[in-house]
């Protein structure tokens, strides 16, 4: 249902300079591309409490477009820039497209949302995590 909805997008996005456009790709090739990707653009249908995708974008260091719902401002921070509205209706997708072309233009604005994502892996400390996971199991 996405790709008929979001075909437009998916359409414009493909003709941008720098923008590759991989279709549905399973989690583990996602994660692979966030590492050398400079950005993620994700146009969030759902209004999610917690977002993993956006913590793994911060977590490799992946500023973001995607749709202000539920809690993704609080879960993505700073990292992302948020697009009021239905990402199924052309408002919104050319609102989406038109940010990721500001961001594109101001590098300074790129900038902030990257340090954003760099304090945030800086923040975490993994393996304590995993100390912390292993004592309780």
Known sequence: QDTLHFNKVYNKLSKMDGVTYHGMQSN????????????????NTYPETYCNVLNEARACKLPFVTSDKGALQETGGWSGSYIKGDPYKADYQEKFIERLLEIIDHRDVYNCMADDCKNYRRDKDYFKDIDRLIEVL
């Open 28 to 43: 583990n090739q996602v994660l692979e591309y966030m590492e050398i990707c400079s950005m993620l653009l994700y146009p």
